[in-house]
């Protein structure tokens, strides 16, 4: 057995300490900047020149963000919840079943991947608007769930692709029908995979700008990346209330991340438990 050295093991953890500093110190410089009673004068000063909570204060009360923090919500957990219940039944049809053109199907899901964004702005907005969906929190779902889709299909097939057909077949044995055997045994197997996509949902619709800028033309409608943009104007920002709304933004994914996290590991659980 290799027996680890000192130096290797020196070299391991200053390697771990580096890595966990670069990435750590943005969200140090965010939160410590937040608190700064004077950001605007800080510099490249690794410390704050004083504390106050009284840019938290601004963005929440004086600024309404809350507001914004609301229909971003919103618009994430609609997103969470259609490209999650979409993906997985097409995941399903292209992973159990046989039919024409499924070859097709699968390569057309990647292709949609490398289509940037940004070649989709005009199009879908002259799309929306002929809906009447444009200043729709649901029109702006529905863009996310479509960004959203290929990457879920692909995850989700794999993990559907991996589930033994003997259990189902075990399950249609014994008498379950076919939602029967979606709910008890498909399911628990493809949760963890279900989970990552729904981390994927969440992370593009919280963080998007470009669509939420152009879609909502109501301040009330407006999403976080989009009420972010209010502290900034022509020649400067007010930088203590940026890193104080960026900050709020940060901590409902963090939320989401931790809740998920523990339903992955329940996922896993289950998983095994009905293998």
Do not use: C
Request: aromatic share 12%; glycine share 6%; proline share 4%.
């Amino acid at each position: 057995m290799n027996r680890r050295t000192p130096a290797s093991t020196a070299g391991r953890v200053i390697g771990t300490i580096v890595l966990l500093s670069l990435s750590l110190f943005p969200f140090y410089w965010m939160l410590s900047t937040a608190v700064d009673t004077s950001p605007l004068s800080r510099g490249a000063s690794l410390l704050p020149s004083g504390f106050t909570l009284e840019h938290f204060r601004y963005v929440l009360v004086d600024a309404g963000f809350l507001r914004y923090v609301r229909v971003s919500v919103i618009v994430a957990l609609g997103t969470v919840l259609l490209s999650g219940v979409i993906a997985l039944l097409a995941a399903v049809a292209v992973a159990r079943f046989r039919f024409r053109l499924r070859t097709q199907v699968l390569i057309m899901v990647l292709m949609v991947q490398m289509v940037p964004l940004e070649a989709l702005v005009i199009p879908l907005f002259l799309q929306a608007r002929t809906l009447n969906m444009l200043n729709s929190l649901l029109g702006l779902i529905i863009v996310y769930v479509g960004f959203s889709l290929a990457f879920a299909i692909w995850n989700l097939r794999g993990f559907v692709a991996a589930v033994p057909r003997e259990l189902e077949e075990a399950a249609y044995i014994d008498g379950a029908t076919w939602f029967r055997m979606f709910r008890s045994v498909l399911l628990p197997l493809v949760a963890p995979g279900l989970v990552a996509t729904s981390v994927f949902s969440f992370i593009t619709a919280w963080n998007e700008f470009i669509f939420a800028l152009t879609f909502m033309q109501d301040s009330a409608k407006y999403t976080v990346g989009v009420g972010l943009r209010t502290f900034f104007t022509q020649n400067t920002a007010d930088w203590g209330a940026v890193m104080a709304a960026s900050t709020i933004i940060t901590l409902p994914v963090v939320i989401f991340f931790v809740l998920v996290q523990r339903n992955l590991a329940k996922g896993v659980t289950a998983g095994a438990v009905k293998g």
